[in-house]
């Protein structure tokens, strides 16, 4: 189904905090009005558009504009400065942007043929709202379906566009990601929680895959801990999508809070985008039950792995067993490696086809001999063929010729009540060539001192192989994480870089 098909006045999308509401006569209506604008503009099936804006109400009927004409769509992080915005204008070929007049100082040096602007606007954009109220309201004869094109967070460089080809069916027309909704907990009506931000791939693709259920949307403007727990309450959300970061943030809050909000309605929550603590999966299934349901992808969708509460019980850490796919455990050299044995993930996917936008080296480092691909990550496999993430690659520490992977000590440090985040990353060293440091963010800031640096590095020291414990600690107010969770690493240790050679990029 798609918007269309669903009552009209049935509740499309909620802004969690105002109430403020759209319903899916709306969402319909609208989107087909934009979808007509482009198409009057001469825009054409696999030409692209962008998208600059909050956790915006309206942000939907842009999506399914774009859905319903056959065109790529680009969600455009907000955090970004006007440069970086420019840069994904101009490399993804957007003809038309649409964002709002609270992003004016980020789109300073974008220049598209069909600039929209909402709530206002500035000079040299269209204002939105006009531009649509001079559509017809009917739906055009021909309806080619779009698809989403995906920018990579640029977390350890530029963002990557990540291209697919455009499905070969209309929008009217099931859509085969609606029978795969099942495992994400998705039913005809559900109340589904996105607490993230809809820039990012999964939330957004989620989102309107719950609109072909007929579900409705409720959408944080951006993520609370106590928030979140108060808004399951008040919207009787059954349905929800975090990311680790999110269960950490809620865990961490005073027991009052965290216990005075009735969470019943809960029935399906799920998590993805980084990897999740072992301590922290585990409190959060004993808080909300065998309810969690984990995956492991990427914006890439060249191979992803499933794992259900009961299963993550038998196998604690492991992000499941790959889904429509199977996977291999690599030495640099693609040979397939023993179970147990740590090495490169590496996914065969039949039918995966996404290439990186204007990239064809980076398309070509995605691939091996084989014709497999990857998302970077090194893991093993058990015995029973559950895979276990070690670390991005690019994140490996080498000291001394020893390999160190952060996250096996970031998983023991964030458990520590002191700690509400921390990131471990390779420092220069003259010895060593490098040596793993934590970076560390409080619950309490002003706790912050020589000794309590000490008791965290002997809490790691307790459970890790000294090896593998940072040699220090410094502490900062707040790391800088993406509202989807990911980390940004590279600014951390351009800090301590600085304009030494690294051999880390």
């Known amino acids: ?29 609208r989107s087909i009005q934009l979808a007509r604008f482009w198409h009057h503009a001469g825009l054409q099936p696999g030409d692209h558009v962008a998208i600059l804006l909050g956790n915006n109400p309206r942000y939907f009927e842009v999506v399914w504009a774009a859905l319903r004409s056959g065109l790529f769509y680009t969600p455009i992080n907000r955090h970004l400065t006007s440069a970086e915005v420019a840069f994904i204008v101009e490399d993804c070929g957007a003809r038309s942007v649409v964002t709002s007049l609270a992003q004016t100082e980020r ?18 954009w269209t204002a939105y709202e006009a531009a649509l109220a001079a559509q017809p309201t009917e739906p055009l004869a021909d309806q ?66 719950c609109h072909r259920y007929g579900g409705t949307v409720v959408v944080m403007e951006r993520f609370d801990a106590a ?15 975090f990311v680790p970061t999110m269960f950490v943030r809620m865990l961490k809050l005073p027991d009052d809070v965290r216990t005075r909000a009735d969470l019943s309605s809960l029935r399906h929550v799920s998590h993805a985008a980084a990897p999740c603590p072992v301590e922290v999966k585990r409190r ?3 808080w909300w039950g065998p309810i969690i349901l984990e995956f492991y992808a990427g914006s890439e969708n060249v191979g992803s792995t499933m794992i259900t509460s009961e299963e993550w019980l038998a196998h604690p850490g492991s992000v499941g067993l790959p889904r429509f796919c199977t996977a291999h455990i690599c030495d640099d050299d693609f040979n397939d490696l023993a179970v ?79 700690v509400m985040d921390v990131a471990v990353i390779g420092v220069p060293n003259d010895d060593l060539g490098e040596e793993a440091k934590a970076v560390v963010q409080l619950v309490d800031p002003d706790a912050a001192s020589d000794s309590l640096a000490a008791d965290l590095l002997a809490h790691c020291g307790e459970q890790l192989a000294r090896y593998k414990c940072p040699r220090s600690i410094d502490f ?4 800088p994480r993406l509202d989807t969770g990911k980390l ?5 240790r351009d800090r301590y870089w600085g304009e030494r050679e690294s051999r880390i990029v």
Not at 344 to 359: L, S
């Open 1 to 29: 189904m798609y918007p269309g098909a669903h009552d009209p006045d049935r509740a499309a999308v909620v802004i969690a905090e105002s109430g403020e509401t759209v319903s899916y006569g709306e969402l319909e209506q």
């Open 107 to 124: 789109i300073d040096g974008v220049a598209v043929e069909f600039p929209l602007m909402m709530d206002g606007t500035t000079a040299g």
């Open 144 to 209: 080619p379906n779009g698809h989403g094109m995906f920018y990579s967070s640029g977390t350890t460089g530029r963002p990557k566009g990540i291209l697919f080809p455009l499905p070969d069916r209309q929008v009217t027309d099931d859509d085969p990601m609606v029978i795969s909704g099942g495992p994400l907990g998705l039913l005809d009506g559900c109340v589904y929680l996105l607490p993230a931000p809809l820039y990012h791939t999964s939330p957004v693709v989620t989102g309107s895959l």
């Open 227 to 241: 928030a979140c727990l108060d808004t399951i309450e008040r919207y009787q959300v059954d349905v929800a999508q």
């Open 284 to 286: 959060m299934i004993d």
């Open 340 to 418: 147990g044995e740590i090495g490169n993930v590496w996914f065969d996917t039949p039918g995966a086809a996404m290439e990186y936008h204007r990239d064809p080296e980076k398309t070509a480092e995605n691939r091996s001999p084989q014709g497999w691909y990857t998302m970077g990550d090194v893991g093993h496999l058990d015995e029973d063929g559950y895979l276990y993430l070690t670390d991005r690659k690019s994140f490996m520490i080498i000291s001394g010729g020893v390999n160190i992977y952060p996250q096996e000590s970031e998983n023991v440090l964030i458990a520590h009540d002191a």
């Open 476 to 479: 900062v107010d707040e790391l």
């Open 488 to 492: 940004y690493k590279r600014l951390l």
